[in-house]
């Protein structure tokens, strides 16, 4: 089974938002999105809006981890491609509340690159409800999958706080 990825230190803005998108049945509710759905049903224990700030902030003061690189990728070529993401998410990787762009700095790279395929085939951003995810789905349309991971490889090493580790986990993606 696939484990959840790290969220320590995202801001309680983007927690927040996701844990209601999950319990509004926003994400969470495809099938055909294994691991949103697992989400969806442990997250069924979360109603209360008061609970769902309280947890959010929790996460959001715990320290960032440093993580492995295992996303193979020309990082030179991803950061030309991140020139399309930076309006949004910010030249740093740091996020934007204003647009609800959550950073990409603190995240794991095979998280990140997961999600960008989610988007590209619609398997995640395509409810009616979810204006942010369809602006991203959208984002990611015209990008190839060596375009993916190029970009996610240059975030991962070179906006990611803390820096990464310095060994390639076995059997990384190639
Ligand atoms: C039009 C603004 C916009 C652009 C351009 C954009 N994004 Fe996003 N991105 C968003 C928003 C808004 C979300 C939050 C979606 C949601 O609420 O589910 C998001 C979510 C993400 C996520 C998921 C993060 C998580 O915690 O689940 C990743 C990864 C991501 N974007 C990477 C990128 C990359 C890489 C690019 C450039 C190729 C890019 N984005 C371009 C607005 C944008």
Sequence with gaps: MQRGPIIDGLPAWTV??????FRDHIRGSNPANKSELLMGAGESILQDDEEIRRVA??????????????????????????????????????????????????LEDWFQLDQLRKFKSGLRGKHPQDAEGNAMRLAVQGLSDDDLKNVTRYIAEDLAKPKPLPKREPGAKK
Excluded: M
């Design 16 to 21: 927040e938002l996701q844990l209601k998108k």
């Design 57 to 106: 902030e929790h996460i959001a003061s715990l320290p960032p981890q440093a993580h492995l690189l295992t996303v193979r990728g020309d990082k030179n070529r991803g950061k030309l491609i991140y020139l399309q993401c930076a309006n949004c998410h910010g030249f740093k990787g740091e996020g934007k509340l204003e647009s609800k762009s959550p950073p990409l700095n603190t």
